[in-house]
Nanobody
Framework: QVQLAESGGGLVQPGGSLRLYCTASGSSASSGTMGWYRQAPGKQRELVAQ???????NYADSVKGRFTISRDNAKNTLTLQLNNLKFDDTAVYYC??????????WGQGTQVTVFS
């Protein structure tokens, strides 16, 4: 059973930066693909950025050029670098792990709040 541990959320002013971390643990953690989603109050959960099977990454249009994901395979840790943050980026950010044939796993979520 894969488990996810997230960290790195917080408060930041517009234009600021944050870095989120998600570490996957478990015997099959390294064989899945990972991504970040977010959910703002009153809205549906939406994709932020994710790894694509076979390599590469996919970003939501709203974060392209501002957010970057990277993975440390040795640590099974997915990092989300958030730059030039905007009010609309305020949300709970969730890490997701998936692998064909296995249940999807979600992290507990970490809050990102952009305020002035």
């Amino acid at each position: 059973q894969v488990q996810l541990a997230e960290s790195g959320g917080g408060l930041v002013q517009p234009g600021g930066s944050l870095r989120l971390y998600c570490t996957a643990s478990g015997s099959s953690a390294s064989s899945g693909t990972m991504g970040w989603y977010r959910q703002a109050p009153g809205k549906q959960r939406e994709l932020v950025a994710q790894e694509i099977s076979g390599g590469g990454t996919n970003y939501a249009d709203s974060v392209k050029g501002r957010f970057t994901i990277s993975r440390d395979n040795a640590k099974n840790t997915l990092t989300l670098q958030l730059n030039n943050l905007k009010f609309d980026d305020t949300a709970v950010y969730y890490c997701r792990w998936t692998r064909w044939g296995s249940p999807t796993v979600w992290g507990q979520g970490t809050q990102v709040t952009v305020f002035s």
